[in-house]
């Protein structure tokens, strides 16, 4: 049973570019959590889905930000016209049911530089 | 302002000594998880307690979550030089349905 798998892991992309993260979870889990981490910081929660469906979005930029889970194919997690400010790994994880009934397991992160 | 407090931020001891690493919050949680984290990798869950005042052991790390559920600690006993990493607790809070993580230990262990 392959972990979440993230790709790319690392990504450049030049100031107004979009980027396009994707997120495979564990098979069998339909609960997909984005996080942004900056250097030397903790994680921050971003967007809650399940598939098809945005749960929370709470810790998501207004503008320029959205993901989504569709029924078939991996979340993605998408950044329009990027700034510097918008370099960051970010991570995401899955679990088969809602936390805190069950737990999240982590995939290995992609690295966006934005230059 | 950070829902869930983590010190020390930075830590950086002898192999052999013992260490405690605390997760404070204002907020009750209905579970909370530890976290490492190794450079360019993501988390790895090391454990999750749901009763308040319970406390689990993972060989030499010894979890206790507080009676009023919200805050938690974590105590290695003989630090070794593969414990160095970023140690991140994890809360859900009452009622809510995802995680928050705390701004995070890294600890340093000197052979």
């Known amino acids: 049973n392959a972990g979440v798998m993230q790709n790319p892991r690392h990504l450049v992309r030049r100031r107004g570019q979009e980027a396009r993260l994707r997120c495979s979870p564990m098979k069998g889990h339909s609960h997909v959590y984005w996080y942004r981490q900056l250097p030397e910081e903790g994680l921050k929660f971003m967007v809650y889905?399940?598939?098809?469906?945005?749960?929370?979005e709470s810790g998501m930029p207004k503008e320029r930000f959205s993901a989504e889970f569709p029924k078939e194919g991996p979340s993605i997690l998408r950044i329009q016209q990027v700034v510097r400010g918008d370099s960051a790994a970010y991570f995401c994880?899955?679990?088969?049911?809602?936390?805190?009934?069950?737990?999240?397991?982590f995939g290995q992160g992609t690295r966006l530089t934005v230059v | 302002t950070q829902l869930l407090e983590q010190s020390p931020q930075f830590l950086s001891i002898q192999e052999g000594e013992n260490l405690t690493v605390y997760c404070n919050s204002s907020?009750?949680?209905?579970?909370l998880q530890w976290y490492r984290q190794e450079p360019g990798e993501g988390p790895v869950l090391l454990v999750t307690?749901?009763?308040?005042?319970e406390v689990k052991k993972l060989k030499r790390l010894t979890f206790q979550f507080g009676d009023a559920r919200k805050d938690s600690s974590l105590h290695i006993t003989a630090a070794q030089p593969g414990d160095t990493g970023l140690y991140l607790c994890a809360g859900v809070r009452t009622g809510a349905n995802n995680l928050f993580f705390g701004t995070g230990t890294r600890l340093t262990v000197i052979p």
């Open positions: 994880a899955s679990s088969p049911g809602a936390v805190p009934n069950t737990e999240a397991f």
């Open positions: 889905l399940q598939k098809e469906n945005i749960i929370d």
């Open positions: 907020s009750v949680f209905s579970s």
């Open positions: 307690v749901v009763t308040g005042g």
